[in-house]
């Protein structure tokens, strides 16, 4: 159900709150401490405007894009989120086939309550976020299941060395199966996590699996510069949704910067309030290859199952290419430099 003058993508949080367990919700929407760096990232993309260009031809707007090799049907990705079963009894693997089905690729957090082997299964393009323990030597059984299992690439999660403190949080774990989390990790469930992750990992876990290894909670340009030089295939510009560091800076304020201080070297992503197709229009428009969502995919299969998360996608792209054209962009790579200047970005 949606308000006057609501889409169903503006309303899908709302749905979301009266569809699921208070708890639940709780623990989706949460960011850590008071929640201050989750709160500000939608807002951070609508601080930006765009110049449209004229006389350009887009009687046909094409927002297929490539994600490491492998072509999508448009720049949106789903980011890696814990719990899916409290959204869904199908959990990982429903929203593995909703990818599928939508052309996007799907990214499995290491707390995935399904197996690799089932999520890879349904076909979908999927890549494995991975915590690297403090003794890596334990995170091997779990990467070799990901890769026979399909696996495409691995995303390094580098901004947790601790996981940040969230208030009001035990309700969940109190009402959740133990079943429904880390069914993939093995004996590394309850191992510290590294706290000196370095960029040698990077090359250890290319060398190890045989895949690309996507960098992701880069926020500074020289961190993404040293992730490139150490055989990144991609750089992730995330916050981890307002979930780590409290303080931490909007993706949107210091993705332009990223990009720039990288020249095209490989693929730069980001996360992090892109709620809408004009978000994504900014996001690409600063330099983007790709924009992953970690909320709206939760929220979509909690409301409506696989249905919910195709629909989120279809209706993303249909925003998404009304607002290339009305900019004068027949395609997501035309939008770079359609930002009209501004004061009060992040200079890092």
């Known amino acids: 159900m949606t308000g006057p003058g609501l889409t169903w993508l503006a309303s899908l949080e709302e749905q979301a709150r009266r569809t699921l367990p208070p708890e639940v919700f709780r623990y989706y929407m949460q960011g850590a401490r008071d929640s201050v760096a989750a709160a500000e990232a939608r807002g951070a993309w609508t601080r930006f405007k765009v110049a449209p260009r004229i006389f350009a031809d887009v009687r046909d707007p094409d927002l297929a894009t490539d994600f490491l090799g492998w072509t ?13 079963r409290a959204a869904d009894p199908g959990g990982e693997v429903t929203m593995a086939a909703a990818a599928r089905s939508s052309g996007v690729p799907v990214v499995v957090s290491s707390n995935a309550t399904a197996s690799f082997a089932d999520i890879g299964a349904t076909g979908a393009n999927w890549w494995l976020q991975a915590y690297l323990p403090a003794d890596r030597s334990l995170a091997v059984p779990m990467l070799a299941a990901a890769v026979e299992a399909g696996a495409r690439a691995v995303v390094l999660t580098v901004d947790t060395p601790v996981v940040a403190t969230k208030y009001d949080q035990g309700a969940v774990w109190r009402s959740t199966p133990a079943a429904w989390v880390r069914a993939n ?164």
């Open 72 to 84: 999508a049907t448009s720049p949106f990705g789903i980011a890696p989120t814990t719990l899916q």
């Open 185 to 348: 990790l093995g004996t590394a469930a309850d191992a510290p996590k590294a706290q000196n992750l370095g960029p040698a990992d990077i090359g250890w876990l290319r060398d190890l699996t045989g895949l690309p290894v996507v960098v992701k909670g880069v926020l500074r340009p020289e961190a993404a510069a040293a992730a490139v030089i150490a055989g990144a295939a991609a750089v992730w510009v995330s916050n981890h949704g307002g979930r780590q560091l409290d303080a931490a800076v909007a993706t949107a304020d210091v993705l332009g910067a990223v990009v720039e201080r990288i020249g095209g070297a490989v693929p730069v992503y980001v996360d992090g309030g892109v709620r809408s197709g004009i978000d994504a229009l900014i996001a690409l428009a600063l330099g983007a290859s790709g924009i992953f969502l970690g909320r709206p995919p939760l929220f979509a299969l909690a409301c409506a199952s696989e249905e919910g998360v195709r629909r989120l996608f279809s209706d993303l792209a249909e925003e998404l290419a009304e607002a290339l054209v009305l900019s004068g962009c027949a395609t997501p790579r035309e939008s770079r430099g359609l930002l009209a200047p501004r004061t009060g970005t992040t200079a890092l």
